[in-house]
Structure formats: C-alpha cells, structure tokens
C-alpha cells in the first residue's frame, strides 16, 4: 500500500469490549481481538479503529479517560496491545486508535488535583470561571442529560467547563503544557506502532466569547502543529477527524491538518433517500462537498458506535427522520436515533444490500461497524448507546460465543430478539450460508478492491430520467465504473445519458457479465433496491 493506503483502505470499526472475550470474565479484551484477527482478513479489511482502551471508569465507554498512557485492566496489558499491533501488522492490517483531546475523566489525576488545589499544577489545564454564563452561544451536545456546558465543582468553589457529560471536564488548550502534554500523548501510541488516530470531538477544543466555540482558528492552529509534528516523526499515519460539520465546514480540516474526515451530513441523507425513495437528498449534499486537497479522504459511514446524529439536518428533515425510522422515543437520544443498521432498515436484506452498495462506492473510504456485516441488531432498552454495543454474535453457544463467562456476569446480555437473536445470526451460521449477508458483503469487500476508481476516483453524476434512480461514474487514471442505484422498492426504468461514455462496454463487477455497448441514452431496468457497479471498457 502506498503513502496514500487510507484511500483504498476499508475500515472496520472495532468495540473491544464487545468483540471476543478472552479470558471468561464476561467483557471482551486485546487478547480476544487478537484472536479473531483472520476473521477480519477473511472479511477484507485494511485497517482496524479500536474505539477507546485507556483506563477508564466508563461512565462514557471510555471516552471518559484517566490515564491517556495505559490499557485498561479490563482490556489486557500494554503488553497486549504491543501484541494485538504486531500480530496485526504481521497479517497486514492497519491500526488506528481513538485520540479523545478535548476531555478527560473527572478521575483523571490532573482534575483531582486541580480541582483540590488552587496551587496545582493542573489548575489550568482545565477551563474554570466563577460566571457559568459564559460562551452561551455553545450549544449542549448531550442535551438528554446535560442542561449546560458548565457544572459547579463544590471541591473548587468555582464551574468547570464540559462539551460533553459533566464527568468529561474540557481540557484548556489555550495552555500550552496541555497542548504539548496531548502531543505527547499521540507520540507515545505512534511510537508503540499505532497507524493513527481516529481523533474524537476535534472542533470543541478552544472556546471564545461570542462564537459557537466549534472549529475555531485556534483549534486549527493546534491541529497543523500535531500533524506536523506526526509528519516529521513518523511515516504513513493518520489523523481522522471526527467533527459533525456541514461540508464546506470541514474544508479548512483538510489544510495541513487531517488526511481524513467523516462525511456526517451524507450519512442520514442516504437513509432519507432510501426512505423517500429519491436520489434528491444524496445528490444535493454530494453537490454542496466541496473539492478537498490530493492527499485527503472522506471517511464513509452507515453507523457507528453513537446515535445516527441527525444534527447535520434541518429540523423539518429530523423530524421526518425520527418519525420513519424512530417512531418509538424509545429509539431517540439526543438528536439522534440509537438503532443499529439491519432493524432501521426494517431487516430489509435488500435495503442494507442497497446501502452497502452506496457506501462501497460513492467518494471516500467506508467505515463498516462491527457486526453490521451479519445484520446485527440492537437493544433500545438498553441504556445511553449501549443498544448497539451488544456482543458480538459468533455462533449459536451459550454467550453466542462470544465469552464462556456465565450469562450473567456478561458486560451487556446478547441478543435475543425474535429476528436478530444470536442463535440464528452469527458468524459461524453465516459462515456455511452461502446466501448469508456476511458471505455477500465480503464478495462486495473483494469486487470494490478489483478497482481504485471507488477509492480514488472523481465522481461525475449520470442523467437517469427518473429521481429514483441514482446513477454516476468514478474515473481513476483509465479506469472507469458506473453506479447505478434504484431506490424504489419498486421495479424501475433508467434512460443513462452515456454522453462521452457512450462506445464503451460494461462489464458488471461482481459476476463478470458482459451488456451491450453503451449508447448515448442507454437503458436499464433495475429490480427493487438493486443497484449495479459496472465497469467500462473499451471494446477492441
Ligand atoms: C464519541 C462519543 C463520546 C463523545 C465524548 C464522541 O463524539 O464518538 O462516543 O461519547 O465523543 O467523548
């Protein structure tokens, strides 16, 4: 792989604890992932996101860290992730980690201390003020829980700020033994041989009276010294920004900063398409993406580990989100629905067919999320995001194989819904069912990598004649792959306007088959939800 690996990589995004259980304790662990590494070779992925291992006390899974420089015991060793690299490596999979610089555990030693002792030296590595109306016009990320960024620390006297959850206080980058203590940080997990970092909550990091406090000059600032510094030290790692911004927003990320960066605002868009059964949503925020800069990517993504955030649309489009997919409250947090991919879709094969086939092929690298190769579902009984956070199904035992620890000391129960429950959805099943979502995804896996046009191609939108079909082209150097996309649950006719294309001959991908040349309106009839990824070759 080259400099550039991420844009041909497919990601996979990794929940440890819910992966495979080594050691019989009920949670799952490095040694567990270790384990099941040839399973994701098998599945076709190049690079592996582990979601937080810090020592924690978990009251955010992780994401609440108090010690930046350690595994947590529950997890294994710093030895056993020395180990779970190099065995990866070794099979030639990369390896991110999740990089969360905003915030840490109000159990860190830097808060205990700081908020105990006015004369600390980590006083100011967190953000105090005696006025909590200050930086009002931030607004409260997890507004299920939190009423305001600020919280009062009767230790101290005085409030602290937090983004997130009251026990996340926000580090003070406007220190700069915080921003050097964070470099650190990264320099220690690179040096351990990490490929980089998935980097959590990047806009929040500096505050300024009367702004939004979001992707601040100052936060840009700190982003190009981090990467300059990875640039000079190390070779081929990454940065991934996670930052829940519109577009255009995200440009200046691109500058100097990260390679690569979610593309929030496509992610429900794709769900609203396939919901209203019009290409309309995708091509109008695809429009709006603006060009970014030859080493940088788009990361792709159905789901993750949080709620679908539907903060990137308007209020008139949450709504209608939230009452197609959403009906009971019970699926709602925050602004957002905790569901998994394959129940969202109504545990429609064809629906999350339909979408893989987007994510596989529209501009970026695609992020798949653990278990939603095997349609997995979710508990929305659960409670925060821990419904899609279950472990992972890998056959039909007792703990779905997951763990041999008894049912009951398990960190979250398996599944046991009617349609998702682990007896019938697992990777062993999977595995013998030639039919099996696992088997097709796969296939997909390996027909995208026959091509760098999906990775690395531009993209140009094809007239179709009919909004629910959804056609374009990616060209790389000389190579050239039409998508066409139905949908429509329905049956649906596609007159192509071929243009310059016309001459050429597709080749379906997947199954090699030969259709007749392309003219300059070319139809196509599609099935419901089908879509075709078809190569364009030059007849001789
Ligand atoms: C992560 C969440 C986490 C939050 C606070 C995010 O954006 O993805 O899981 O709760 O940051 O760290």
Redesign the pocket.
Known sequence: MSDHWYKDAIFYEVYVRGFFDSNGDGRGDLPGLIAKLDYLVELGVDCIWL?PTYPSPRK??G??VSDFVGVHPEYGTLADFDRLIAEAHHRGLKVIG?L?L??CSSEHPWFLSARSDPASPYRDYFVWSDDATQYKDARV??SDTERSNWTYDAVSGRHYWH???AH?PDLNFDNPKVQDEMMGVADFWLRRGLDGFRC??VPYLFEREGTSCESLPETHAFVKRLRAHIDANFTGRILIA?A?QWPEDLVPYFDGEFQMAFHFPLMPRMFMALRQETKKPIVEILQRTPQIQDGCQWGLFLR???ELTLEMVTDAERDYLYEEYAKDPQMRLNAGIRRRLSPLLGGSRRRVELLHGLLLSLPGSPFLYYGDELGMGDNVYLGD?DGVRTPMQWSSDVNAGFSRAEPAKLYSPVSMDAVYNYQSINVEVQNRSEASLLRWVRRMIRARKTTRAFGRGALAFVETENERVLAFVRTYEKEEVLVVANLSRFVQPASLAMGVHAGKRPREIVGEAVFPVLTERYFLSLGPHAFYWFRLETPT
Do not use: K
Request: a negative charge; proline letters at 0%; hydrophobic letters at 25%.
């Open positions: 979601l955010d899974d994401y609440d999740d969360v905003n915030h990320i997890f983004r997130f959850y996340q959590d909550a996670e829940n993750n580990h949080d995001r």
